[in-house]
Structure formats: structure tokens, C-alpha cells
């Protein structure tokens, strides 16, 4: 079996209430088993009943032992690692992976800055679980197993990573927090900055990484996508923001043939009713247009690749 459950879908902060009760309020966390093998994507609040139940139904078959991978080290994607019970149980194994933006600064320096007296009761050094930690590029990883995985950088305003997990011929991809790549450089004849070479360059520089993230999802059984933002909010005032619109994301999706589509990273004054009602919205688009499956993530929701 090689699925992926969602523990925490939303970005930029938490925000639990009864408007969200439905699709979960906690940031992003994703758990994807491929059998026995136990990967952790993220360390957002939605890692913290995570933690919970793994304690509660892994532990009773032995000590915890997890690949966790970072897609980036913005807060909303590692505030949960101090409440994920596991790290003071002696016995764990955690190998927690993920890019940097700033060499002077280690994975294990960012994540475990939470851990100070100035944020936190606990400090780093004072954990029982045995944690190792590898800064990642764009790069293919044998996980042993079977299991694999292939990092690619997306479009964010720090160093970002999308994820190909593949297991048995199935693959699960993640490709959050990111925007389509778009010429930054004036087009228009009549503006002060314009020159044609660098408009003409920036325009084939944004197809082509573009073209790569295409190439990156092709095929895949399930891809979850960052779908932060409609085209109208994207359009007035989002670019540049690093996250993508709802309609950007099936129509990549769709140009790479993918089976599952997941549309997630919710923005956090996105209601539960706002959610349903913008899935039955893109749905309705699609009907009879595609194969491809649409869903909106969900707390709680399994997906088998």
C-alpha cells in the first residue's frame, strides 16, 4: 500500500474555530506510508496529532523511526516540531530533511532555534529521540525499500522543494508553497525599463521552469498542489507571494496527466463553507473534460496512490 494522509492542510498560521471544523484548521502536514515505511512531510501544527496518534497505535510495535522532509523552513511549515511527542521518547529515529536559503545557517540551527528558553520549556539538547539532519538541493534519493524520492525546486520567495515519492510503480508528489514562474522584466515597448533582449529572455527563462515543474508532476497517481488563491485574488495583489491559484494548479495537473489531484494549503480565512463551495465550483469546470480526480484536502482525508 502507498497512500498519503493529511494531518494539517492549512498555510501562513493556524486557525482552528468553527468556521474550519471541516477541512481542519492546522498548517501543513502530510503522512505517507508505503507499507511499513513511515515518511513525514512537513512540520507544521498538524504534526502534533500526528505525534498523537502515532504513540497511540505505531509505538505499540516498537519505537518510532520516520523520514521527515521539509519542503521549506518557513515558520508555518516547522512551528509543530516541538509538540510532536515522539522526539522525547527515547528509542526514536528521526531523519529529518530539507533546503536552506542561508548556508551560515544549518537545518538543525533553524528548526531547533524553537527550541530556547526564550520560546520554549524544552531546549534542542535536552530530547530523547536521535535526530539527524541533511540539507537537501535538487537531488535523488534511494530510501531503501523500494522507496524513492526526487527533489525539485518550486517558485518561492525562499528556497523551496517539491517531492516525487515513488514506490512500487505509484508516486505521490507534493508542490507547496509555489507559484508559476512569470517574466519579471517589463514588456511593454512604452515603459522606461523596457529592453527587448531581457523581456525576450525572461519570457523563454519562465516557460522553461515552467516546462521542468510540468515534467516533474507527468504522470503522477497523486499530486498535492498549492492552491492558496482563485486567479482573481492571485491577479490582484498575490503575485509574487509564492503560492498558486486554483485554476493554475488544474491546468497543470492536467497537462501532465495526472490522476489525483489534491488541492491544498488553504488560506487561513478560507471557511469551511468557502471550501465547499469552490470545490463544487472547479469540479463543475472539469465535468466531462477530464479523467483527472479533484478534491480539496481535508484533515483526515487517506489517498491511495
Not at 152 to 163: A, E, T
Not at 255 to 284: C, M, S, W
Request: overall charge negative; charged content about 25%.
Amino acid at each position: 500500500m502507498f497512500t498519503v494522509r493529511i494531518w494539517g492542510d492549512r498555510g501562513s498560521i493556524p486557525c482552528p474555530g468553527p468556521a474550519t471544523v471541516k477541512f481542519g484548521g492546522n498548517t501543513s502536514c502530510l503522512e505517507i506510508r508505503a507499507d511499513d515505511r513511515l515518511v513525514i512531510v512537513d512540520l507544521g501544527t498538524g504534526v502534533k496529532p500526528l505525534g498523537d496518534w502515532l504513540m497511540a497505535n505505531d509505538f505499540k510495535k516498537g519505537p518510532i523511526d520516520a523520514d521527515i522532509f521539509i519542503t521549506h523552513t518557513h515558520w508555518d511549515h516547522i512551528m509543530g516540531f516541538p509538540m510532536f511527542t515522539p522526539i522525547f521518547i527515547p528509542g526514536t529515529k528521526l531523519r529529518i530533511r530539507g533546503p536552506v536559503s542561508y548556508e551560515d545557517e544549518t537545518l538543525e540551527s533553524i528548526i531547533g532555534a524553537q527550541l530556547s528558553y526564550r520560546y520554549w520549556p524544552v531546549r534542542q539538547s535536552e530530547l530523547a529521540a536521535d535526530i539527524t539532519y541533511d540539507q537537501l538541493k535538487e537531488t535523488h534519493l534511494d530510501l531503501g525499500g523500494g522507496l524513492t524520492v526526487t527533489t525539485k525546486y518550486l517558485n518561492h520567495p525562499i528556497l523551496c522543494l517539491g517531492y516525487r515519492f515513488e514506490y512500487q510503480g505509484k508516486s505521490i508528489i507534493t508542490a507547496y508553497d509555489n507559484e508559476p514562474f512569470r517574466n519579471v522584466f517589463p514588456t511593454d515597448p512604452s515603459d522606461p525599463s523596457y529592453n527587448e533582449d531581457a523581456a525576450w529572455e525572461g519570457e523563454q527563462a519562465a516557460r522553461e521552469e515552467n516546462e521542468k515543474i510540468l515534467r516533474f508532476f507527468k504522470g503522477a497517481d497523486v499530486l498535492i498542489h498549492d492552491t492558496q488563491y482563485t486567479k482573481k485574488e492571485y491577479e490582484t495583489g498575490k503575485l509574487g507571494w509564492g503560492h498558486s491559484s486554483y485554476e493554475h494548479a488544474i491546468n497543470a495537473a492536467h497537462k501532465a496527466d495526472v490522476k489525483k489531484l489534491i488541492l491544498f494549503h488553504h488560506d487561513p480565512n478560507r471557511t469551511d463553507q468557502q471550501l465547499d463551495e469552490l470545490e463544487a465550483l472547479y469540479k463543475g469546470r472539469i465535468a466531462g473534460k477530464t479523467n483527472m480526480q479533484v478534491m480539496m484536502a481535508r484533515e483526515g482525508l487517506v489517498i491511495e496512490a
